[in-house]
């Protein structure tokens, strides 16, 4: 399996919006609703801000979106902050309960 | 509240093995599926395998040729990652992470990761 494509960075500034994109293949995301999105900032544990392609966890701000076309999957963020900045990563079902991962993106806050 | 607690940070030479606990508090253990993940220095998210913490049923990335086992002890709420035949390449930041409930397939907690270093 391998992993989703991702841009390795992004910048934008403070409240703009910005989108991460996430492709993957008929395999993966093109097959499942079933995407996530982590945000990871530097030497802490991943979080969950993303799951089911689109819906939000409690707690998390409604400035963060997801959603799908075809095999790709994308994450935007709206009237971006500092806190923002961060490594965010996609992960997607493929079945069988596994997952694969993107490479991950790294929001710079201009 | 639902946590997960992992084993401290190891040292190991090339060739050896490690096992890694993950302790599980705050909610029904057998539940959720939980998964491990590794993160090496500077490079990004790895998704390793996954254990049904019900029924045993597990799955891992063929990408790590078979060197992984994941098992769980449902008495203690804990879940192990062993790894063998260590490398260099082995070296990263191990995490284990719980599926949300009601089969929803995402991570929702997270163990604080145990680093392990691969080092002759």
């Known amino acids: 399996q391998s992993a989703l494509t991702q841009p390795a960075s992004v910048s934008g500034s403070p409240g703009q919006s910005i989108s991460i994109s996430c492709t993957g293949s008929s395999s993966d995301v093109g097959t499942y609703n079933l995407v996530s999105w982590y945000q990871q900032h530097p030497g802490k544990v991943p979080k969950l801000i993303i799951y089911?392609?689109?819906k939000r966890p409690s707690g998390v701000s409604y400035r963060f979106s997801g959603s799908k076309s075809g095999n790709t999957a994308s994450l935007t963020i709206s009237g971006l902050q500092a806190e923002d900045e961060a490594d965010y990563y996609c992960c997607s079902y493929v079945g069988t309960s596994a997952r694969v991962f993107g490479g991950g993106t790294k929001l710079t806050v201009l | 509240q639902a946590q997960l607690v992992q084993s401290g940070a190891e040292v190991r030479k090339p060739g050896a093995s490690v096992k890694i606990s993950c302790k599980a508090s705050?909610?029904?253990?057998?539940?959720?599926?939980m998964h491990w993940v590794r993160q090496a220095p500077g490079h990004g998210l790895e998704w390793m395998g996954w254990i049904n913490a019900g029924n045993g049923n597990k799955k891992y990335s063929e990408t790590l040729g078979g060197r992984v086992t994941i098992t769980r002890d449902t008495s203690a709420g804990i879940v192990y990652m062993e790894m063998i035949s260590l490398t260099s390449e082995d070296t990263a930041v191990y995490y284990c992470?719980?599926?949300?409930?009601?089969?929803?397939?995402?991570?929702?907690?997270w163990g604080q990761g145990t680093m392990v270093t691969v080092s002759s």
């Open positions: 992470a719980r599926d949300m409930a009601g089969g929803v397939k995402a991570f929702d907690i």
């Open positions: 089911e392609g689109t």
């Open positions: 705050g909610y029904t253990f057998i539940i959720s599926a």
